[in-house]
């Protein structure tokens, strides 16, 4: 039985313990040698009579380490007695620093006791808990390569940071009131706001109505109470976008159905957003006018001694970007583009490196992917050469894709203006650095004008890199499945291979050979991304007829404004062809007159379906054609159905709106259905992939789940990656891959 040797662990082993992991299990088993960091990998020297035991153990790792090999090898080296944590070297780079981590229930009670070293202090963390990839700048992960750097450890921490015995033995981000990062308190000026205890205060603030701006783990939120909601929206001039909640834990359960899955997730490592149903759907409207709220717990020692001071069980927290930019983290711009919004900031000096906003779930899917979740890392075999997908431009991330391994980062946000696209090319870069990648293959959108593909030609000229253009349904489809499939594609927008917009997609085959066989039948945008701010002229464009134009005309249209969008969509001027679902549910929202202006991404479809929420669908005859080789789904059918049924329905019944929008909802997705459906039994494949933005809602995506069911065939939905645009780069990595693999072969 073999009693000593070398043990080499690769995987995610830095920022998660594994050190004093493994001096823990040492004592333990009575083991001598040595650990050490070399990058991505944990070399360990051991030696002792119960060496299989100790490698078990090892084996197992800390519960938010991530193994990928245990190799173990004879060694003639010297293993003195004794065991000992070794000063880190670098080395591989096959692993990835781990995401953020939420405060720990340990450090929660060290905070709170009376009389203890961290009582009352905002960054107490430990070997499992607390900032990890917004403060790395280089690897391996040591306190000399973080933020941290900046607060040399006092005494009593540097005792604790080499104590065997304690859970913060080895920790980086160890730190108390005596050496750690302090906090302010500061009004819009920057000028202090001179107390004793800063938190306290700040809570005193919010209860009184104030806003505040609050530096946290990856950027600034803006946070204040439900009552003060109206006057952020206004602020913000976001009259109509629902904000996510804060809420004492004990508090959730009085606002919103919480599943015991949904707890789960509440309370897990991650401590997401979850987007949770309302127990009264018309509550809260202030804060969120649909019948979902997006709710989190507290995941940070600030957090929990705000709310312990706080008189109101919950607290607004947003973003304090605008949307779609990128996070705020540094101080003074905060105090520059915040001036207006909010009246306090309540800061920290610890260094942000890497933004990073909140993770959003809902019924287990993820929504956006970052805090807690990102960087993701998936274990994948795409062949020998490094491949870096820069993703899309709504919701975008970017992947890179390194021997055997994808790493995915967290969200950036819309690359539409250049201080997102400036945060994509220096997210790529900390990532590219960090990973130790040298790119061969750069995989983009396929659409020309993206500033994401721009960036990508730029790369591409620059290092002399194979370009691989990828759809942007395809890539959804990739990120799903690499076996032989009908992929369901349903979202927003996507530029499809005829050059027109789609987002209705079904697909044939196996990545990289992925055939268009049936879609949504392509209706006009008339002004293009006019259609989509307004969305009834959405709904001209699906219905251009007379009816359509009365109903405009009732609402307010005057005779010249129809007879100008009559003449575009009949002339077809500045009109745009596509066949996206997110239009179609934006068109039945602006005909049941629910949003007929979107002030925010996805506002019209999400409304509807809130309004359809509790409504009795339905079903109606679908009407399917062929066009160019595929079967269309008729979409002008359901809305002029949809049409009759509102004109004959008594004005200002709600009831009556509720169940148009679910039955539209209804039956635009058993439409979907039916298409993937008549194309699996054609082409005899049982396996469907599902994604898409759409498939956030509800309605829609267990209408489609429900039908293929019946139809015995298979549904997949990649649960480890949002369905939306966020799992586009990780797909278009799958796509470039699997067709540089593909060539290779022939």
């Known amino acids: 039985m073999q009693k000593s040797g070398r043990i080499s662990v690769r995987g995610i082993v830095q920022g998660v313990g594994f050190r004093p992991f493994v001096y823990a299990r040492a004592c333990e088993y009575g083991i001598a040698g040595s650990v050490q960091n070399l990058g991505s990998e944990v070399e360990i020297y051991a030696r002792g009579e119960r060496f299989g035991d100790f490698l078990a153990a090892v084996s197992e790792g800390p519960p938010m380490s991530r193994i990928d090999s245990v190799d173990v090898t004879e060694t003639s080296v010297d293993i003195p007695d004794g065991f000992v944590i070794k000063k880190s070297k670098s080395g591989s780079f096959s692993g990835m620093i781990p995401p953020d981590i939420s405060i720990c229930d340990e450090c929660i009670a060290d905070i709170f006791t009376p009389g203890g070293r961290y009582e009352g202090y905002w960054a107490t963390s430990c070997a499992n808990c607390g900032p990890r990839y917004s403060i790395i700048q280089e690897i391996p992960y040591d306190r000399e390569r973080t933020t941290m750097d900046s607060f040399p450890m006092c005494g009593a921490c540097a005792g604790e940071y080499g104590d065997s015995h304690s859970r913060r033995h080895h920790a980086q981000t160890i730190a108390c009131p005596i050496c750690g990062p302090g906090l302010r308190l500061m009004d819009k000026t920057g000028t202090d706001v001179l107390r004793d205890d800063p938190i306290r205060e700040a809570a005193a603030l919010l209860d009184a109505g104030k806003i505040l701006a609050i530096r946290g783990v990856g950027g600034f939120h803006l946070a204040c109470i439900g009552e003060s909601s109206g006057e952020l929206k206004t602020r913000l001039g976001r ?35 979850v987007v949770l149903e309302k127990r009264d759907y018309a509550s809260h409207a202030a804060i969120s006018n649909l019948h979902t709220i997006g709710c989190m717990l507290p995941y940070t020692g600030l957090h929990h001694l705000l709310f312990s001071h706080l008189s109101h069980p919950l607290l607004i927290m947003t973003s304090a970007n605008m949307p779609g930019y990128p996070m705020i ?32 779930m809902r019924d287990g899917l993820i929504l956006r992917l970052s ?17 870096l997908g820069v993703g899309p431009e709504l919701n975008a991330n970017a992947t890179i894709y390194r021997g055997g391994f994808a790493v995915t980062s967290p969200h950036v946000g819309n690359v539409r203006n250049p201080a997102t696209l400036e945060y994509l090319q220096e997210t790529v870069a900390k990532l590219r650095r960090l990973l130790g990648a040298e790119y061969e293959i750069v995989a983009h959108d396929l659409h020309p004008r993206f500033l994401s593909t721009r960036f990508a030609r730029e790369i591409a000229e620059e290092q002399g890199l194979t370009l691989v253009p990828v759809q942007h349904h395809r890539a959804h489809i990739a990120a799903t499945t690499r076996q032989p499939c009908i992929g369901i594609a349903i979202d927003g927008v996507g530029y499809g291979d005829d050059g027109t917009v789609w987002g209705g997609e079904i697909f044939c085959g196996q990545v990289p050979d992925l055939i268009r066989i049936a879609h949504l039948e392509p209706v006009a945008m008339p002004g293009g991304d006019l259609a989509t701010r307004f969305p009834e002229r959405m709904l001209y464009g699906i219905l251009p007829e007379e009816a359509c134009l009365e109903l405009l005309r009732h609402r307010g249209w005057s005779d010249v404004e129809l007879g100008v969008l009559a003449k575009q969509v009949a002339g077809k001027f500045n009109v745009t062809m596509t066949s996206s679902t997110g239009r179609v549910l934006d068109a039945a929202s602006a005909l049941l007159g629910i949003c007929r202006e979107r002030t925010y991404d996805g506002e019209p479809a999400m409304k509807l379906e809130a309004a359809a929420a509790g409504g009795v669908a339905e079903a109606w005859e679908p009407v399917f054609s062929d066009a160019g080789g595929c079967e269309v789904l008729s979409t002008r059918a359901i809305l002029a159905t949809a049409l009759s049924r509102i004109s004959r329905a008594p004005s200002g019944d709600k009831n009556v709106v509720r169940d148009i929008a679910a039955s539209v909802q209804y039956n635009v997705a058993r439409g979907i259905a039916a298409l993937a459906i008549h194309a699996a039994d054609r082409e005899g494949i049982s396996l469907v992939a ?35 645009d966020g799992c586009v780069s990780f797909g278009q990595c799958v796509w470039a891959g699997t067709l540089s693999a593909a060539a290779g072969k022939r």
Request: glycine share 6%; with cysteine.
């Open 239 to 273: 009259h109509e976008q629902p904000f996510a909640v804060m809420v004492r834990p004990g508090f959730i359960d009085q606002i919103a159905r919480v599943s015991p899955e949904e707890r789960k997730l509440l309370e897990s490592p991650v401590h997401p957003i």
């Open 329 to 360: 983290t540094d101080t003074g711009v905060a105090l520059v583009k915040l001036a207006k919004d909010a009246d306090y900031f309540l800061v920290h000096d610890r260094t942000i490196t890497n933004r990073v906003d909140d993770s959003v």
């Open 690 to 724: 599902l994604s898409g933005g759409v498939v956030a809602n509800r309605a829609i995506r267990e209408t489609i789940r429900a039908e293929i069911a019946r139809a015995g065939l298979t549904l997949v939905i990649n649960a480890a990656y949002p369905p939306g």
């Open 371 to 387: 805090r807690g979740i990102a960087p993701k890392r998936t274990a994948i075999d795409l062949g020998p050469r490094c491949i």
